[in-house]
């Protein structure tokens, strides 16, 4: 018997609680975690941390917790210097500690953003198929979401994007680049074209959710800061440092931004283990961006080997392939789940995304999918 067993008397749905009707009849975000050989759906950096920096690690977190029984550094500076250097030094375009925000993973940054430029009573728009958490974090918060509109190659149309953008006049904009789940990046006028219609239909956030950025062919949209006080750029340590079990997401934006988000912040809400596993992380950046290129080799062969057997596939500048077109995309999911290898059905009609893995693991998709198109074809 379970602790509560002996007071449960019924049993009690989400919607049988008091909780707001924008969250009636959702889900919560998630992907689904099983037991398989290959493991490609959730967009993880295949290569676990090396030992030199797991010792750093440990060795940064003893001196952190020396210091445990008082609060962590309440305004990450140290951290936060770090990653301004780590932008400064990636992108060419310098900023400082000044311009730079950090929290629990880029989801709590966009979090932050919503609860002080979003909320009751305002607007957020995404042009979707995108990441699905722009809309969920701003249900979460109260903030009114407009899925707007893409074209068919999964591209943002610019004038129809615009003219979303001049009807619903919303506070918060977002641009996903490189896309989740589609892996396309996108050009920089079309966020400048936007940032304006943005700042013509009224002085709105216009947030770049940069997550995926150090894969892409094209360079990061960061020097477009200049000059745009209503401009952000959001980042993440999940995915280029190999970091998801860290959960340390950071913003680049003007000053003004970063004190704004502090408004909404709970305190001491980055523990000195997190920052100090962060710091320990930034002094191997050119060791962890190595595993990058090594990934993005993986992902372009993925690519040319996806369509060499007859799949369509979605130009990709993320560590990610979306790939089809299925008649029927989750019994393609499951096809190659049997097969042992895990990938994700985003919910994309008549399209699968796959992560690129370690070379064995991307092998081993590649049969399966080669053997479910042999199985399609007879």
Avoid: C
Avoid at 87 to 102: C, Q, S
Avoid at 261 to 286: C, F, M, N, W
Wanted: proline share 7%.
């Amino acid at each position: 018997m379970s602790p509560r067993d002996d007071v449960r008397t019924d049993d009690v749905r989400i919607d049988d609680l008091p909780i707001r009707d924008e969250l009636r009849g959702k889900s919560p975000y998630g992907a689904p975690q099983l037991d398989v050989p290959v493991q490609l759906n959730t967009n993880e950096n295949p290569y676990p941390l090396p030992e030199p920096l797991v010792e750093r690690i440990a060795e940064r977190v003893r001196e952190a917790a020396r210091g445990l029984n008082r609060y962590p550094d309440r305004d990450a500076v140290e951290l936060r210097t770090e990653l301004a250097r780590y932008l400064t030094r990636t992108t060419g375009y310098e900023v400082g500690a000044a311009d730079v925000w950090a929290a629990n993973g880029s989801n709590e940054v966009l979090q932050q953003l919503l609860q002080t430029f979003g909320g009751p009573g305002r607007l957020a728009i995404g042009f979707e198929p995108s990441y699905s958490m722009h809309g969920l974090i701003a249900r979460g918060t109260g903030t009114g979401w407009i899925s707007g509109p893409r074209g068919e190659d999964f591209t943002i149309d610019v004038d129809a994007a615009a003219r979303a953008i001049a009807r619903h006049r919303p506070d918060v904009v977002f641009i996903t680049s490189p896309n989740n789940p589609t892996g396309t990046a996108v050009e920089a006028e079309t966020v400048l074209a936007l940032y304006e219609a943005a700042q013509a239909a009224k002085p709105s956030l216009v947030v770049v959710d940069e997550a995926y950025v150090e894969f892409s062919h094209r360079p990061s949209l960061l020097p477009l800061l200049q000059g745009r006080p209503h401009l952000v750029i959001s980042r993440t340590m999940s995915k280029a440092f190999g970091a998801a079990g860290l959960r340390l997401g950071y913003l680049a934006a003007h000053p003004a931004v970063v004190d704004a988000v502090q408004l909404v912040r709970l305190p001491y809400h980055l523990s000195a283990v997190t920052q100090a596993t962060a710091l320990a992380a930034l002094e191997h950046t050119d060791t962890l961006l190595g595993y990058v290129e090594q990934l993005k080799s993986e992902r372009d062969r993925l690519v040319a080997e996806l369509r060499a057997i007859g799949y369509e596939v979605t130009e990709s500048d993320a560590n990610f392939v979306q790939f089809g077109r299925f008649p029927d995309a989750h019994t393609a999911w499951r096809k190659i789940l049997d097969r042992g290898v895990l990938v994700r059905d985003n919910g994309v009609p008549g399209w699968l995304r796959v992560t690129a893995g370690t070379p064995e693991e991307n092998d081993a998709f590649l049969d399966a999918v080669r053997a479910l198109k042999k199985e399609q074809s007879s």
